[in-house]
């Protein structure tokens, strides 16, 4: 119909950085066509939002506290939340892209990309349509797989910000045994001297 009002996209944003968050928000609120329904600051808000509010498009960084934004991705793909993804980070590596199509993401940007093109990822993403860097794209599937599973890099990542084997079981719900086994496989599967090395060498390949 002619001069019918057209529904505008709804997106949710996930930033744990105020000033960045804040400015994604407005930037996109300058189209007539997108609307930021809800913003997030860590990965369990993100999640929760999500559904809770059930935008089109869902933006988020990767790392991010509680959940990784590739972890929420992750989770709303096993849910089978009607949600487009974009991650929208500063990794440039092809271990994070190839995780992030895994967790069923629809695009993957750059923050210093032009600021016109993410209103215009967002629009291609609603309509189904894939925004990844081409060059990225073509790395990501030369390079070599990941070899960690989910819980080896979940009891990884924490071990490499520092946290001890007992607050890692603690947090998990794990004994200190298996951590120290998954940490074991971790360093092992990566040919590491010990586990700080073994979260440099995955997190430099964006496997964590």
Not at 118 to 138: E, F, K, T, Y
């Amino acid at each position: 119909m002619v001069g019918a009002k057209r529904d505008k996209i709804r997106v949710v944003i996930a930033e744990d950085q105020a000033m960045v968050l804040g400015a994604l928000a407005a930037l996109l609120e300058m189209e007539d066509d997108i609307e930021v329904v809800a913003r997030a600051r860590d990965g369990e808000e993100a999640l929760r939002t999500v559904r809770q509010v059930r935008p089109e498009v869902f933006i988020t960084d990767i790392e991010m506290p509680k959940l990784t934004g590739l972890e929420v991705a992750a989770e709303m793909k096993q849910s089978g939340i009607p949600v487009r993804v974009i991650i929208l980070t500063t990794f440039a590596r092809a271990g994070y892209l190839r995780r992030a199509l895994d967790a069923g993401a629809s695009g993957y940007l750059l923050k210093d990309m032009p600021a016109e093109q993410l209103a215009d990822a967002v629009r291609r993403v609603h309509r189904g349509l894939r925004v990844i860097d081409p060059q990225l794209a073509a790395e990501a599937w030369s390079d070599e797989p990941d070899p960690l599973t989910d819980r080896e890099r979940q009891v990884l990542r924490l071990a490499g910000e520092g946290t001890s084997t007992l607050d890692i079981a603690n947090e998990l719900n794990l004994s200190e045994g298996t951590v120290r086994n998954y940490l074991s496989e971790a360093i092992n599967k990566l040919g590491a001297a010990n586990r700080v090395e073994a979260a440099r060498i995955a997190r430099a390949k964006g496997w964590l």
